[in-house]
């Protein structure tokens, strides 16, 4: 079946309208992470509330207002695996990374390294999908890729 004929048979499917608003990622220390979010990568709180024993938070990329992470920090936390590199990951099945495009991947990572940022390996090409990724972690584990296309 052909992109366009799937595309027409959404239009009967009542989910059809959706689009990404956020990813919820959990942290043991709240201020922590909004501290860290903000100020390593630049991210803007959008809001904040509390939930129960929790407090929760979206943080938004500096100049994308259609997507954001939502914190939610506190509260009694299991701790998540740390990686030392992405191949490691790949292995755990669930989520695995969030991707956030950027213009220049080795402009941001040099960035990160600047800002004491974990850096998972170095940049790489993935020709068959014409992007240059790197990868990176916030203190907690949580894994991100940075993609920028290359074609």
Not at 54 to 69: G, K, T
Not at 98 to 109: H, K, Q
Request: charged residues 20%; contains cysteine.
């Amino acid at each position: 079946m052909s992109d366009l004929n799937l595309r027409q048979d959404a239009s009967a499917n009542p989910i059809a309208s959706l689009k990404c608003h956020h990813i919820a990622i959990r942290v043991p220390n709240y201020e922590a992470a909004k501290s860290w979010y903000t100020q390593k990568l630049g991210f803007r709180v959008i809001q904040e509330w509390p939930f129960g024993d929790l407090r929760l938070a979206y943080v938004a990329p500096p100049y994308d207002d259609s997507f954001y992470i939502e914190l939610i920090g506190d509260g009694e936390v299991e701790d998540a695996p740390v990686y030392a590199d992405i191949n490691g990951s790949l292995r755990k099945a669930g989520h695995d990374h969030l991707c956030l495009n950027v213009n220049n991947v080795d402009e941001a990572i040099a960035y990160l390294a600047a800002q004491d940022v974990t850096l998972l390996g170095e940049p790489f090409e993935v020709e068959a999908i014409h992007r240059r990724l790197a990868f990176f972690a916030d203190p907690w584990g949580n894994v991100f890729e940075l993609a920028q296309v290359t074609a």
